[in-house]
């Protein structure tokens, strides 16, 4: 009776541990939350106002499919005025969040059979979505003595007369790694059109995020406002494409989701324009406190981050030294240690033998985290045990 395409879609092995801890949360064992992928900061003061805002003047009916013109003349100024490149607002679609833009452009794009590059280990999503349209995810091993970067010579090997497109997303999750100026000419340079998420844009701690619009046209650009400005639950984001597709994905827009919330586009004009940039820069400079303890305690207990992430929100670690089965482990650490950890994983099969840490927690949680897990280490005796 079920579609095999719902059948045979991967289930997020992150939420399996969220879940699980969730249940030992309800037996009443205390947990640290490490495995989470969203901000612990609070809603943006004037963001929330804007939303509250729009609500009592009646902004509650359905808004242009393609998203409020205000927000999309608003992010075509944030892309400017940040990365100098000019973006129309009739080539932007608002949607909510990230992942159904992430649907739309993979929709109008694909084919069956269509290949599209991802790295390994990549956000465990995306491989989902080129399946779902019936594309198929090309894998490019990504190493930890790069910064998990591309090189851009194994995605050159991968190009077939099938590649639509190369994928990629800088600051990354899981790594928090970015992908260098150069690299990322070199990949631009391919005939394929890139698709580059752009979500963790602004969580940037050292160095700076370049978007893909910088070296090409030929580019689909996906972002939100979930990350940088903690709306996670506001459910808001948005796609900027070649002028061609935009009618095809105003579509199917209009087919499947009619328009992305209207009240919440309000709040998201008032997040652009300035109005949380304090909130942001705050933020900003606790995650970067949070980062450099993270790494400083992690290394000291063995892990292995040979280049140190410079945005997002997590750190990607070696965790060989405890086990070669990240999954084992992680449910190991949260029912030994009680801290949830994200198997490597779950992020592709590149990504075994890692764990990752979000540091969307607090300072004192982070330490606290990462004392059970010395504690744990300690008392274990390795390989052996989890194999
Ligand atoms: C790399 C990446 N892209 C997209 C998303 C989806 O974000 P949104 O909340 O905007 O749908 C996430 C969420 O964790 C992510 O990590």
């Known amino acids: 009776m079920i579609a095999k395409r719902a059948q045979e879609i991967a289930p997020f092995l992150v939420m399996d541990v969220l879940e699980r801890a969730r249940m030992m949360e309800q037996e009443g064992t205390h947990i640290i939350h490490l495995e989470i992928g969203e901000p612990d900061f609070d809603t943006p003061q ?14 509650t009916h359905y808004t242009h499919s393609l998203g409020d013109r205000a927000l ?16 129309h607002p009739d080539q932007i679609v608002v949607t909510s969040g990230t992942s ?18 991802i790295s390994d280990p990549h956000y465990a999503c995306y491989p989902n979505f080129i399946k779902f349209v019936q594309g198929v995810p090309v894998t490019v091993p990504v190493y930890e003595e790069d910064g998990f970067q591309y090189r851009p010579e194994s995605i050159e090997e991968k190009i077939t007369g099938r590649t639509k497109a190369i994928f990629i997303n800088s600051p990354a999750n899981p790594t928090g790694n970015l992908l260098s100026e150069s690299r990322m000419q070199a990949i631009a340079e391919f005939s394929p059109l890139i698709v580059s998420d752009e979500i963790y844009h602004g969580l940037v701690y050292e160095g700076k995020e370049r978007s893909i619009l910088e070296f090409t046209d030929n580019a689909f ?28 994905i105003q579509k199917i827009q209009q087919n499947f ?3 992305a919330n209207s009240v919440v586009q309000m709040a998201g004009i008032a997040a652009l324009e300035g109005s949380a940039e304090d909130d942001v820069a705050r933020m900003k400079r606790i995650y970067n406190e949070r980062r450099q303890y993270m790494v400083k305690r992690l290394k000291e207990l063995g892990f292995g981050i040979t280049v140190e992430p410079t945005g997002a929100f997590y750190v990607f670690a070696n965790a060989r030294h405890l086990s070669g089965d990240s999954y084992k482990l992680a449910f190991d650490i949260l029912e030994k240690a009680h801290v949830g950890v994200a198997p490597g994983v779950d992020f592709g099969s590149n990504g075994e033998g890692y764990l990752r840490f979000s540091y969307a927690n ?10 059970r897990i010395e504690h744990y280490a300690d008392k274990q005796s390795p390989i052996e045990q989890l194999g």
């Open 72 to 87: 999309r003349e608003a992010i075509s100024q944030y892309y400017l005025e940040t990365y100098n490149v000019s973006v």
């Open 221 to 248: 650009v996906l972002n939100g406002f979930s990350k940088l400005y903690a709306m996670t639950g506001l459910r808001l984001g948005y796609l900027i494409a070649p002028q061609a597709f935009i009618r095809p």
């Open 362 to 371: 607090s300072l004192e949680n982070i330490a606290e985290g990462l004392d």
């Open 100 to 117: 159904p833009a992430m649907f739309l452009v993979f929709s109008a794009l694909l084919e069956r059979g269509d290949q599209v590059i």
């Open 257 to 259: 989701f009619i328009s």
């Open 46 to 59: 004037c963001v929330k106002d804007a939303a509250s805002k729009a609500l009592e003047q009646g902004r």
